[in-house]
Structures are given as C-alpha cells and as structure tokens.
RNA sequence: GCGCCAGUAGCUCAGCUGGAUAGAGCAACGCCCUUCUAAGGCGUGGGUCAGGGGUUCGAAUCCCUUCUGGCGUGCCA
C-alpha cells in the first residue's frame, strides 16, 4: 500500500524532470533499518539513459520526494539508491485501516472471481495416506484459502483412482487376508500383493460383518463386493486422515464413474479425429512426441483396456468444460514425467494448456534414528499421515509441511519432531498470539474496556519497534497477493515468524499495560490486538490454529516430557556446566587453530 | 544417455521480479523473571552461497560449464 504510493510519487516526478523512462525501477524494503523504510533504485537505472551520474540525478529526484508530506526523510546512500523514511503519521493512519478491515484485512478482489481447481492429494485408494499426502493436503489446501482470500473462486478436488489394474489387486490382497483369517492355508503372501496391516484390519472388518458370505460368491461377484467394501473402506480411512488435519475437499471424483460414463471411449475417439493416434504391435498409440513428450504413449493396450492416461485426459477435460480458467494438479515428485503427456493430450484436442498448471512437490524423507526410512506402499512400510499426526499433531505437521518451498526436498526427522515439539517454531508463532491474549485479559481485569475514543490515542504509538510491527503488517495484502500468484506458501509461515519475532521484541523492551499512562496503554494495548488479529488470519490460512492460552509447558508436547533445560535451576549447578563447557570450548578453538 | 529438482552456518531451511555488511529456527556459549506467560528477550561464536567461467554500476539470485545427490524416463498408476 506504500509502496505504491512512492511509485506513484516516483512516476510524476519522471514526468516532471523530463526524464527518458524504461519503467525498469523498482521500490523495496532494505534489509537493514539504516536505509530508511523504503528504497528505489530508480537513480540507478535511469543514469546512463539520461546521461548523467546515478547520485546527481538522486539528488534530484529525492529534492522532488522531499515535498511529500508523508515521508519524514529522504536520503541519498551508496552508489545512488534513495532511501526514504515514512513518517509517523502514515503509518498511525494505516494502523487505523487495519484496524478497522479487521476480518477482512488482506481479502481483495485481485482474482476478480476466476475459477481455479486445485487438485491435490489424490492418492490411490489402496492404502492409507503417507507422508508426502499429508504435505499435499497441508499445502494444497492453504493454498486454496490463499487463493479465496484474495478473490479467486477456488475449489479443492480429489481424483479416486477407483478403477484399473492395483484395485484388483487390492480386491484379491484382501480375499486372501479374509481366508488366512478363516483358517485357510494360503501360503505365502504374494510378493506383488499389498502388505500392511491395514489389509489385514480390512479382513477383519469384512469378516464380522459378512462372515464368509462373500467367499462362498461366485469369483465375478466376490471380487466385484470386495472391490466395493475396501474402497468404501479405504476411502473413510483417507478422508478420516485428512479431517485430523482439518482437510476438506469440495469435490471427489471417482475415475470408475468417468468410465462408465463412456469417457474413456469419447477421448480414444476424439484424439482419433484430431489423427494423433496410431496403430503398433497390437495396441493404440497417441503421438505424443509431437506434442513435446519424449515418446508416443499407450493409449490402448494390446489387450485392448485402457492404460492410466486415459481416464487421466478424460478427467482433465472434464475440468476444462466445467469452465476453471486455471487448474493446478499439485503432484508427487515420482509423477513429473506425467506432466507431458498430460499437457500433449490437453493441446492436441485443443484446449489451452497453458491453463493447466503443474506444482511438484519434492519427497518427504523420514528418518529415524538418523536412517532413512524406505517406504514401499507394496510391502506396508511407510509412515502413514496418522503416524504423523499422533506424533507432532495437526498444528506442527501442517506449519512445518508449509514452511519448505515446494520444490525442495523435506527432511523429516520423525524422533526430532516428537522429542522436540516444544521447540518448534510453531510454537513461538502461537506463544506470541496467546501472550497478547494474556495481556488483554489481564487488561480487562484492571478495568480496560475498548473505547471508541481510543483511536485517536494511536498517534501516541512513535517508538521503533511499534512502527517495526505497523510496518510488517502492511505487507500482509500484497503477500497474499504474490503467494496466491507464485503458488509459494511457504512465504506466509516465514512472515508470521517475523511479525510474531517483531512482538517478542516489543515485548520485550515495553511494557504495554501502565496504569500511570492510560492513553499510552490504550494505544498499546489496540495495537497488540491488531498485531494478534493479523497473526490469526496468517495462521488460520494456514490451518494452524491460533491458540489464546498456551498450556503449560511439557504437556504441549506427544510426550509429556520436555527436553527443554531446566531454567529454574540456580546459580551452583548453571555455574558448574558453564565452566566445564567453557572450557571444552576454548579446547575446540585452540585445536582448530 | 536424456529430462526435472536440489546443493546457502554444525543441523533443518528462508532469501520476494539481481541491490547496499548473506538471514531465521534448532544446536553451542554468556547475560536477563520483585514488571502484562522465560514455549520469551539481549548478546557472542559459526559461511569460499558446491567448483569454474560469463553478463553489469551490482550476482546466492540471470546465462554457460563441471561435480554431487534425489526423482523420472512401463502396453504400472
């Protein structure tokens, strides 16, 4: 909102210099508070075209900038950038607007009601959901409310691969679990076979309900009912996953109804009328290579079904005549060589696949106990979304899943996780929303009530790290603005760690409530309200919640043990470690040396 | 072989469309609770931004190249 005012400024002031303009310059927040709030480079870029040196023209340029009331400083630093300071007034004005959008500080229409489809988790419905399923769920779904907030229709889709070759084996993995339980003999468990016990669970469940009803079935109608139940079943399991990380989709969609509804055969015929496809060694194949894909792909096998691309196009066509101007398949990092394929299909019928839009998401490694853990659906080993949940909870999984870009790798050190809960950042975010709770309440309990005419004591707001706080707070609408357009979330935890940062400090060095001070206290005290509103929303876009009461520590955590060291103990005991570890220390030094 | 992603502090990672002395959390060390929750604050140490070229006023960021790691490259999905 600032920054737009300068380049407002900046623009006029082109004009009335006569200057030549390449519009290349920008406006940006200096890392350190020595230069100023903002900064341009505008001097910079423009010297050479108007021949002259960057710090003559800066001079003035900022001469010009001088003469708006709302910056209280202008100066000139380094090779020629401008660095402007605003004053205090502004920013007491927009503390004000803040306050008084509340709820819908940050909302905007910037997607001007656009439809978007996010598709993302999709998993198979052969197993539980694994870990990287939970970082697609926290992911696709933040970015979803992102989106929404800043004025897209966004809607959040889940793909069912319902049909096709793994859930036969599921069916058939689960007949002989059935058997097994009922005492027959099956042998060894077939390699190819799905493993994990939740199989076996599966077995059970149908065998209290049905017994051996289903086995005493015809083989056609028993695999068919067992199809049935353990999708049914499966599917609860996910959906019940994802509800503990408060994930809910708008829509499901079932690929066993895209085919029954003749979609596979409308795809195979209208790829054949655009004559993309051909025929070799007994199967259909679709020129792809001629849409950018290494090689020509399979569209009808020899044996004459279907490979999964398919009902795939089929499915992505159904999302373009639903009308979404953009659709973004969030996908595994083991799916980026579906990405051609998908976009040749999209632009041979002729649709615009610029469109349709592809964000990878790079593996979740776990390790325990400092190795790797493999994880293989086939033989049961993974670790399962529930897992997670039992050890860190909703709150930890889904902030540390979106801390991390999405195109780089994740490390997830499950035992550090649970062990050291209490030191996540998480955490530090949340402690700064619950202590100005803390402190409102304790101001309510001193007689503090909101006053109408308390708006005009936030003139009285003037120290650094308040204008710090208003400052950061500001940049919330065009944050939402460019993760909603970059995709990348990971820019909002980052933020609220800094502003909760900002309050800690604050916190630290002011006190809010002073009882000699009213005016002073009901400023502070409508400015921390703010800071928690803004910190709330943050969080609540991210499906972390914003606790107003921290609970005591050692019991936030899975464990009831905290590893946090003990602060209470006193001077002999502090003395003697310290001393020991000094000592070792300089020991390091020295060797280094 | 080809394609995609990554390589930044001891560890896990940020670094917005190239910007001024490279940041955070954790870990280490030293201070700070007679003051609104110490899950906090202040301070110290810690870096050849994988290596090498190039582009320009200016590069962790853009281009080329080498190395390392992960993934993909099925008539599996």
């Known amino acids: 909102m600032i920054k737009e005012l300068i380049l407002e400024d900046l623009s006029k002031i082109v004009e009335a210099l006569k200057l030549e303009d390449n519009n290349r310059y920008s406006v940006e927040e200096p890392k350190s508070n020595e230069h100023g709030d903002f900064s341009t480079n505008i001097a910079m870029v423009l010297a050479k075209l108007n021949k002259t040196s960057p710090r003559e023209l800066a001079s003035k340029i900022a001469e010009k900038l001088e003469k708006n009331k709302h910056f209280s400083k202008v100066d000139i630093a380094g090779p020629g950038f401008i660095n402007i300071t605003i004053s205090q007034a502004l920013y007491q004005d927009i503390l004000l607007e803040i306050f008084i959008a509340g709820d819908d500080f940050g909302t905007s229409e910037h997607g001007d009601g656009k439809m978007v489809l ?12 694994n870990i990287v399923n939970a970082r697609a769920a926290s992911y696709g779904d933040a970015l979803c409310k992102i989106m929404r907030k800043v004025g897209f229709k966004a809607e959040r889709e889940f793909y069912i691969n319902d049909a096709g070759n793994q859930v036969d084996i599921l069916a058939e993995s689960v007949e002989l679990r059935l058997r097994e339980l009922r005492g027959e003999d099956i042998g060894e468990f077939p390699f190819e076979a799905y493993h994990g016990d939740y199989v076996i669970e599966l077995a059970k469940e149908i065998n209290s309900l049905e017994g051996n009803r289903i086995l005493l079935m015809p083989e056609k109608d028993r695999l068919e009912k067992l199809k049935e139940f353990s999708l049914q079943y499966i599917h609860n399991l996910q959906k019940s996953s994802l509800a503990k990380f408060d994930v809910e989709f708008d829509n499901w969609v079932s690929e066993k109804n895209l085919r029954k509804q003749g979609m596979v055969e409308e795809v195979l015929s209208y790829l054949a009328e655009a004559h993309c496809t051909y025929e070799k060694d007994d199967a259909i194949w679709f020129k792809s290579s001629e849409y950018g894909d290494d090689k020509d792909r399979v569209l009808l096998k020899a044996d004459g079904t279907p490979t999964y691309i398919v009902p795939d196009i089929a499915y992505h066509l159904t999302k373009y005549q639903r009308g979404f101007e953009v659709m973004i398949d969030v996908l595994g990092p083991d799916h980026h060589g579906y990405i051609p394929r998908i976009s ?42 529930d897992d997670l949940y039992r050890a860190v909870g909703k709150d930890v999984s889904r902030f540390f899943f979106l801390q991390r870009s999405t195109n780089s790798h994740l490390n997830f050190d499950l035992e550090l996780a649970t062990k050291e809960s209490n030191e996540n950042p998480v955490y530090y975010c949340q402690y700064a929303h619950a202590r100005i709770h803390s402190i409102l309440k304790n101001a309510k309990k001193l007689g503090w009530k909101p006053r109408k005419s308390d708006l005009k004591s936030l003139k009285l707001l003037i120290e650094p790290e308040e204008m710090e706080l208003i400052k950061k707070m500001t940049r919330f609408p065009e944050l939402l603005i460019s993760i909603a357009e970059s995709r990348e979330t990971h820019r909002l935890p980052t933020y609220v760690m800094e502003l909760a940062g900002l309050f800690h400090k604050y916190y630290g ?19 921390i309200k703010i800071v928690a509103k803004v910190l709330k929303l943050a969080l609540d876009l991210m499906g972390v919640s914003a606790p107003e009461e921290m609970k005591q520590k050692g019991k936030a955590g899975a464990k009831s043990t905290t590893t946090r060291k003990k602060t209470t103990t006193k001077a002999s005991s502090t003395k003697k470690t ?6 070792t220390t300089t020991k390091k030094k020295t060797t280094k040396k």
């Open 344 to 385: 040749a299909a999209i632009e041979a019928l002729k649709y615009d696949h610029s469109k349709l839009q592809f964000i990878i998401l790079q593996q979740v490694n776990l390790f325990e106990q400092g190795e790797k853990v493999k994880m293989s659906k086939r033989l049961g080993k993974l670790v399962t979304m």
């Open 578 to 583: 310290g001393t020991a570890k000094k000592s």
């Open 509 to 527: 060095k002011h006190k809010v409530v002073d009882e000699k001070n009213e005016a002073l206290t009901r400023a502070r005290l409508h400015l």
């Open 118 to 129: 996010l598709e993302f988790v999709s998993a198979n419905p052969t197993g539980p959901l």
